[in-house]
């Protein structure tokens, strides 16, 4: 009874955590950073792309399970019967994500896109199948491409327990909504670290000028990696000398990151693809360099209704290649602020074997940024 008693206790402060959290979505600027010049979208998040919501089950019980699941639904439809074109680009293959092939080979997106942990991955996926085979108008379905995208929180959390379950996804599909999205230790990025610190869930968006096009990017990311942190410009790692290549210091380089991408612009598969290449741009920015142990994976998709592959032959539309630049422009200032704001609103953690992993302080962040004239 009283271990019911504290896991009731527990979910009901997670779930008041995650309120906090998107009610501090402001700590990027309240920094007195501005990444980039372009304009975030109203949440500054991937669910500015209209239609895209997000759900998210965190698990933060006793002192090992630390881990959790995020979804990334594209339209409100059956995206089975109404897929959508998406790319898939690989920065470094060290990871387990699944269904990118028939991505890369058809150019589409047939079913959510969940992310968890890498033991978890595979029961992800059997729960992504229930949902799809589960939803009107797919009784005669024999066969669907689930996505998966996954990092390694084995530091913090009991990964060889695979504790996410099928349940756990139906729920964050059930929840998934658009509006703002907590970030930090959430879903799946709930036992993840990134440069030394506190990792996990980040987002950000960017808005086009009319003139451009007026449409928008939103970029989600999962983030697990290492490398020498570099916050617009500042060298943050060697300052604080936590980084990667001092001896003394505990820490791990190897890891991952998955970077989601949504736009409304229309564009064909291949032109996603030319943008979900550019996002890595940004994983070099806050520098990361994908170390050899790093899955370092960007999938893009587009939600525009005009689009969607529905059995018809019709010719879709698709910007031309000079109209691809802007898009460019915003995915890179979209995805550096993500990993940012995955980095500024995770908390400190202690999980698995009582490990500890620090959030950035935000102090000291602060005191160093304005030293940099940021």
Known sequence: ????????????????????????????????????ILTPGKYNGITDVKGVKVGQETLIVGDSIRTGVTVIIPHEGNLFQEKIPAAVYVGNGFGKMIGTTQIMELGNLESPIALTNTLNAPRVADALISYSLGQQGNENVRSVNIVVGETNDGHLNDIRGRHVSEQHVLDALAKAATGPVAEGNVGAGTGTMCMGYKGGIGTSSRVLPKSKGGYTVG????????????????PVGKEFKNHYMLEDVPYTVDGSCMIVIATDAPL??????????RSFLAFGKVGSFSSNGSGDYSIAFTTNKECRINGSNSPKPD????QMSPLFLAV????????????????????????EVKAIPIDQLRDLLMKYNR
């Not at 970029?219 to 500042?234: C, E, M, P, R």
């Not at 032109?271 to 979900?276: G, T, V």
């Open 319 to 322: 910007l031309s290649n000079d």
């Open 268 to 277: 064909s598969d291949r032109n996603l693809e030319r943008l979900a290449k």
């Open 219 to 234: 970029v989600l990311v999962q983030s697990n990696f290492g490398g020498i942190l570099t916050i617009d410009g500042v």
């Open 332 to 355: 890179l200032e979209a995805t550096e602020e993500a990993i940012y704001n995955s980095l500024l609103m995770a908390e400190d953690m202690i999980g698995y074997k009582n490990r």
């Open 1 to 36: 009874m009283k271990w019911i008693l504290s896991l009731v206790v527990l979910l009901v402060f997670t779930n008041c955590t995650m309120a906090q959290k998107i009610s501090k979505r402001t700590l990027t600027s309240e920094l007195g950073l501005k990444i980039g």
